[in-house]
T-cell receptor, first 113, second 114 residues
Framework: AQSVTQLGSHVSVSEGALVLLRCNYS??????LFWYVQYPNQGLQLLLK??????LVKGINGFEAEFKKSETSFHLTKPSAHMSDAAEYFC???????????FGQGTILTVHP | GAGVSQSPSNKVTEKGKDVELRCDPI?????LYWYRQRLGQGLEFLIY????????KSGLPSDRFSAERTGESVSTLTIQRTQQEDSAVYLC????????????FGPGTRLTVL
């Protein structure tokens, strides 16, 4: 079975500041890990994913995440926040061969000028 | 190319009525998934189709919920005798069989049960 915990339902940063969204997972099998972004009134968009190989994964819009097996974490970071980054972010895990996703509760990112 | 589409975008119904939600996946995508997003919560998996069969229905919350897929294309999620707790955004996603870790999501159907 899989589960995902996102620490902090709301995160607020200033424009230009570091963005850090935390995600911890539990999985009984080697996980595949994902971050999705949901802009207001839009569907989910894949930001990045970890399947195998390099543990530091780069995604779209300058985001990256690092898979740390020892910490069961997959935190999302971006060095410098932009106003357009304001959205809800979901961490997800898959432990099946057919891609069934288990999602965290989501973190709403607010970016202040 | 066209993405995943869902209809209607919004549905308001009265408690006890039946509703049908439709999903048109990306052409050629054999894998199709339904998820539910209740207010303030993450997405919950409902059902997975590979082709027209559903090998994983484990997320359907009750026997009032059913789904079918025809022609390895369109899928319909049906909720019978709707209850207020069914109010949510219902999201559909699709992927190709050999790239199941790249799911493309539709915009969702917002269901409100009065």
């Amino acid at each position: 079975a899989q589960s995902v915990t996102q620490l902090g339902s709301h995160v607020s940063v200033s424009e230009g500041a570091l963005v850090l969204l935390r995600c911890n997972y539990s999985s009984s099998v080697p996980p595949y890990l994902f971050w999705y972004v949901q802009y207001p009134n839009q569907g989910l968009q894949l930001l990045l994913k970890y399947t195998t190989g390099a543990t530091l994964v780069k995604g779209i819009n300058g985001f990256e995440a690092e898979f740390k097996k020892s910490e069961t974490s997959f935190h999302l970071t971006k060095p410098s926040a932009h106003m357009s980054d304001a959205a809800e972010y979901f961490c997800a895990v898959s432990g099946t061969s057919y891609g069934k996703l288990t999602f965290g509760q989501g973190t709403i990112l607010t970016v202040h000028p | 190319g066209a993405g995943v589409s869902q209809s209607p975008s919004n549905k308001v119904t009265e408690k006890g009525k039946d509703v049908e939600l439709r999903c048109d996946p990306i052409s050629g995508h054999t894998a199709l998934y339904w998820y539910r997003q209740r207010l303030g919560q993450g997405l919950e998996f409902l059902i997975y189709f590979q082709g027209n069969s559903a090998p994983d229905k484990s997320g359907l919350p009750s026997d009032r919920f059913s789904a079918e897929r025809t022609g390895e294309s369109v899928s319909t999620l049906t909720i019978q005798r709707t209850q207020q707790e069914d109010s949510a955004v219902y999201l559909c996603a699709s992927s190709s069989k050999d790239r199941v870790n790249e799911q493309f999501f539709g915009p969702g159907t917002r269901l409100t049960v009065l």
